[in-house]
């Protein structure tokens, strides 16, 4: 058997989770916006933590490696109901959402250095319904039987 995440390109579709509806375009959007805000609310604490500092070493209790930070890659999955565009009826499945964060400093003319996202959000879908994977194999498999 194998599951087969489908990438959900029709951004017209709908999703169902937790008691909410959701159109995938207003998904994407609520995921990136939820992702800036944080990003921002990390620069702008009163600990002054820097959320890009965070990920820029890494410690194995006795070494600190540094390294660049340009991009990062969140992942998650969660069960959820699709409704598609001209389709009957609901669909019960996994939805997996991947967003790719990219860091990035601009410049302006004056000479202050702005903070900015590029945040792109990646959805797929597995339908709960199973399905079994048959190799080509197995007609001649079963042509040998007979």
Same mark, same amino acid.
């Not at 965070?54 to 490696?65: A, L, P, R, T, V």
């Given at each position: 058997?194998?599951?087969?995440?489908?990438?959900?390109?029709?951004? #017209?579709?709908?999703?169902?989770?937790?008691?909410?509806?959701?159109?995938?375009?207003?998904?994407?959007?609520?995921?990136?916006?939820?992702?800036? %805000?944080?990003?921002?609310?990390?620069? %702008?604490?009163? %600990?002054?933590?820097?959320?890009?500092?965070?990920?820029?070493?890494?410690?194995?209790?006795?070494? #600190?490696?540094?390294?660049?930070?340009?991009?990062?890659?969140?992942?998650?999955?969660?069960?959820?109901?699709?409704?598609?565009?001209?389709?009957?009826?609901? #669909?019960?499945?996994?939805?997996?959402?991947?967003?790719?964060?990219?860091?990035?400093?601009?410049?302006?003319?004056?000479?202050?250095?702005?903070?900015?996202?590029?945040?792109?959000?990646?959805?797929?879908?597995?339908?709960?319904?199973?399905?079994?994977?048959?190799?080509?194999?197995?007609?001649?498999?079963?042509?040998?039987?007979?």
């Amino acid at each position: 058997m194998e599951n087969k995440f489908i990438p959900l390109e029709s951004e #017209q579709d709908v999703l169902f989770f937790d008691g909410n509806t959701y159109i995938i375009w207003n998904f994407k959007k609520i995921i990136s916006e939820e992702i800036n %805000n944080k990003f921002h609310a990390s620069l %702008n604490s009163n %600990n002054r933590l820097k959320f890009l500092d965070s990920f820029k070493i890494i410690s194995d209790g006795n070494n #600190q490696i540094g390294f660049p930070t340009e991009k990062m890659t969140w992942h998650s999955s969660l069960k959820c109901k699709i409704l598609r565009v001209g389709s009957p009826e609901w #669909q019960s499945g996994e939805l997996r959402i991947k967003a790719e964060i990219k860091f990035c400093i601009i410049s302006s003319h004056i000479g202050k250095a702005h903070n900015i996202l590029k945040i792109e959000i990646f959805l797929e879908f597995c339908d709960d319904k199973i399905i079994e994977y048959q190799s080509p194999l197995d007609d001649l498999r079963e042509n040998i039987k007979t």
